[in-house]
């Protein structure tokens, strides 16, 4: 008989848990090398506000502490920096902690990142050398269009030229992706041989889409009016984009990448798309894989919720570039989507304004609802109605990939957002909740795990399929009763099928977070906030990156007290990234 007993052992921590844990193991090493009480007591606070997306603790009673930290004496800073755990700067040899002389707080390896990026990105600005473009040229790139709505495209593609370092920004629909396309086109027109150019996003999907989108400007260009010599820089330009991590070669095993600061990639061009998701590690990392040369060009909204990591790097750097006005980025203000009655409404949460926002919803008339949602019970009412809509549109027998491609787009017609994923107002209860009202109208027994109608979102990209964290399928029945499982593709069909047996990490798609949409958008889309006004997720940041994914309609369930703290709010991550940037400039 074997003298081994097996425990179970308790599932393992996710979310902030697992930073909290992580926490009270830093403050009992700080205690256990040597440190004081309230270094380990502040040890265990930047390690949680880490997980928060912070970089640092504001302590100095001049600086504006985060988080109801309260500030600390000119004393207790002293003694904290006379600890030899504690270093007053990223030089030097490492140490565990950084306390700067504007009483930030780092863990030192986000002190390091910070200046590695700040470093980068002056040498990169102070490396241009401004080459212009003729406004013919710029005729010909616009098909002689110089309006308004284009001058801020127009303006774009004239700045970058000459650039080592360049940031487009713009909210959904001002044409980020078409503008892109031409900056590329001029860059290799102007060139004596042919660019390397490489095009990436900080997910699949959203490398996908960028593909897509390059595509179909593509195309619209050469239904222009182009000069041959131009077309021909076109063929040049790449139709494809990858990861930011396969750009640089993560290695999974030690977190490091293939390509760093001593195996630079060999490009002419970055682009990466979406960089509002991009933490301050990750932009490290590109920043060192670069070869001086290179020309960087970020695109993305950054006002935008921020990465899941540490940081807001884009956030940072477009509020210094654009308070400095020194040409480095150019904002796209401009929306080109049918329904510009939305328009309103998102630059009025974008800017955090209430009275306009009340305005907007008015003027806006039909294309916006809202719902009062302030428990439960009233969810269970907003979603019956809800699943009802949905049920009305399962998709019948899918014979040939047209039927395919016909019911995805419907289903991209309506998508519920929840900005928690915790709870009974998180995303995953919530699209419990709407599989089994569709269940019961279509008549599918509980036992059946896979039915025509049920869509699903892919949680972690699987090469080997081809799929992408954030793609989006649908459950569909051929004539023969046989169920596949629908994606779009980038082939000539346009979708592609799997058996439901070989999808890997996926979840409902009735319901996702806000965070999970962002890069995507739908016709007509349901925004659920938290009933109570005090949560911290509640920043017009969230609640402009949900209602901006809508192209046609927008239901906000929501209350008066949550939706006014959403408008009031804004996303603070502490950090000197933006503060230092400008003191060096």
Known sequence: MSAYRFIAAPPPSTGLDAWTALGDALGRWVRAHGGSPMLADLAQQVCEADGKGDTALFLAA?????????????????????????????????????????????LWRNRRDETCVIEALRARRAAATPEPLSEADLDRLFDGRNDAAVAPQRQAVQQVGGRRLFVLTGGPGTGKTTTVLRMLLRLQHAAAATLTMALAAPTGKAAQRLAQSLRQGRDSLLAANLPEAWRIALAQVPESAQTLHRLLGYQRWNGGFVHHGGNRLPADVVVVDEASMVDLSLLRALLDALRPETALILVGDADQ???VGAGSALMDLAAVLEAQDSGDLVRLRHSFRAQQALTAVHESVRVGDKTAFEAAW??????????????????????????????????????????????????????????????????????AAIERALRKRWHVPESDVWYPGRAVVVVRNDYAAGLFNGDVGLCLADPDGRLQVWFESDDEAGVRALAPEALLAHESAFAITVHRSQGSEYAHVAVLLPPTADSPILTRQLLYTALSRARQRIELWCTQGSLDAALQNSVRRAGGLAERMRTRA
């Not at 504006?64 to 800073?77: F, I, N, Q, R, Y």
């Not at 008015?362 to 109605?385: F, I, K, M, S, Y």
């Open 62 to 106: 001049a600086a504006d502490t985060h988080d109801g930290l309260p500030a600390c004496s000119a004393e207790e800073l002293d003694s904290l920096r006379a600890q030899p755990l504690v270093a007053a700067d990223d030089t030097g040899a490492p140490r565990p902690f950084v306390l700067d002389e504007a009483g930030r707080f780092y």
């Open 305 to 307: 919720l921020a990465s």
């Open 362 to 431: 008015q003027v806006a008339g039909a294309t916006v609802r809202e719902h009062a949602v302030p428990d439960r019970q009233a969810l269970a009412r907003v979603l019956r109605h809800w699943s009802a809509e949905l049920a009305t549109h399962q998709p019948a027998t899918c014979s040939n990939p047209a039927d395919a491609r016909a019911a995805l787009r419907a289903l991209s017609g309506r998508q519920l957002l929840c900005a928690l994923r915790e709870g009974s107002f998180g995303a995953p209860a919530v699209a």
